[in-house]
């Protein structure tokens, strides 16, 4: 069984590196490929296709940011199914403070320099409570090109979709702080699972993709 595995946001394959799956899967890391500031999701989604062969069955995993791309690709590439964690499906599931900050355009007047730094807050916005797991969010967020995360930020905001894939499985925590739960349509909601819980509850979710994922 074949699986591509998105990462979020200002995240990269560290962000699953706990999981415990089965060592007959081939499971392939998709890395973010460089963004032009002005292009549009579509278009970058287009480009991010071509990393995936759709001569063989596959399955695609995307987590938060991830999750979005996963929704995307689907309506140029069939995968078997769609995982996403911590994520969104539809643009109705976008908090009403993100429409906001759309409508308003307050994000265009967020220098880029800024995004990919660390903050008090930052922890306690993806739920991270040990050393260890600030220590790899800090690491992620700094090696993340604040150009993508701008771009992605603005793309997330304005996000048009409105069709949920039919063949998509959403699992979110209910103590998720950047996608609450009172706006998501969950198949599977894990109790206390933050938004960095494919980390931090890492054999719950390895459970529920073992359970979810079948050729």
Do not use: C
């Amino acid at each position: 069984m074949i699986l591509y595995f998105i990462s979020g946001l200002g995240a990269d394959e560290r962000a699953f590196q706990k999981l415990s799956l089965p060592t007959t899967w081939k499971i392939i890391h998709l890395k973010w490929i460089e963004i032009d500031p002005k292009e549009t999701l579509e278009s970058y989604v287009l480009k991010f296709s071509k990393l995936i062969d759709v001569t063989k069955d596959f399955h695609l995993v995307g987590l938060s940011f991830g999750g979005i791309m996963a929704v995307e690709l689907s309506k140029i590439i069939k995968p078997k199914s769609i995982i996403v964690l911590s994520s969104i499906t539809t643009k109705h599931e976008l908090p009403k403070i993100y429409r906001l900050i759309a409508g308003l355009r307050i994000n265009n007047f967020v220098p880029s320099y800024f995004l990919n730094k660390v903050y008090p807050f930052t922890y306690w916005y993806f739920g991270m409570k040990s050393k260890e797991e600030n220590q790899l969010l800090k690491q992620i967020i700094h090696d993340t090109p604040p150009t993508f995360l701008k771009w992605a930020i603005n793309e997330i905001v304005h996000w048009k979709n409105e069709i949920r894939p039919i063949n998509i499985i959403h699992i979110h925590g209910n103590k998720d702080r950047i996608f609450p739960i009172n706006t998501i349509q969950a198949d599977i909601v894990v109790k206390q699972g933050g938004h960095f819980m494919v980390y931090k509850e890492a054999d719950e979710l390895s459970a529920l993709l073992i359970f979810n994922l079948k050729d």
